[in-house]
């Protein structure tokens, strides 16, 4: 019997029919194998992307709508699935974007963010998109006329044809 097995077998309490998280917790602190023979219960293990730990720290403070201190933030990372040593990272992206803001008061560094605030930075950044297609449909006619401009000049004729012929 293998190490993981001996193990399965000395703590039914673990294992229920309808958790298998019991199973792969266990089997993932134990480090061994699987079982051989029986199919793949575990799959790798991965960590949430940039965007996805971005997304679980908004969610903190979405959901609760309070201030919080860097030391509150990396105890509350964790149980969002945001490992502790990089909340300090991701919430200076998210403050870089405008999405959490940041004061200082006192010597202690507040972080908040609220659900309004998150609409008013999704308007400002419209504006700024709709500005800058306004800008490059300016940019396309401006560069469309100066085409038409320069085409008054060369026109087709007959012995451009002929010389484009025998350069080929």
């Known amino acids: 019997m293998s190490v993981s097995s001996s193990v399965i ?8 029919p309808h958790d298998l998280g ?20 575990m799959s790798k293990r ?3 992307s940039l965007e996805e730990k971005r997304g ?15 030391r509150e933030l990396e105890k509350l990372g ?10 300090k990272d991701v919430l ?6 405008d999405l959490v803001f940041k004061d200082k008061i ?13 609409g008013n930075q999704l308007r400002r950044v419209r504006a700024k998109h709709e500005a800058d297609l306004e ?5 396309q006619i401006q560069l469309q006329m100066q085409r038409e401009s320069l085409k008054k000049g060369r026109e087709d004729t007959v012995k451009m044809n002929e010389m484009l012929l025998w350069l080929d």
Not at 56 to 70: A, N, T, V
Not at 78 to 87: A, L, N, R
Request: net charge positive; with cysteine.
């Open 78 to 87: 964790p149980k969002k699935g945001v490992i502790s040593q990089t909340v």
């Open 106 to 118: 006192g010597t202690s560094v507040y972080f908040w963010s609220l659900p309004s605030c998150a």
């Open 56 to 70: 679980q720290l908004l969610q903190i403070f979405y959901e609760s709508q309070d201030f919080y201190l860097l």
């Open 22 to 41: 019991g199973l792969l917790l266990l089997l993932f602190f134990t480090g061994s194998q699987r079982p051989s023979g029986s199919p793949s219960l």
């Open 46 to 48: 991965r960590g949430l």
């Open 135 to 139: 800008n490059a449909k300016q940019r």
């Open 92 to 97: 200076q992206t998210l403050v870089d974007d």
């Open 9 to 16: 077998a000395r703590t039914p309490s673990l294992l229920s």
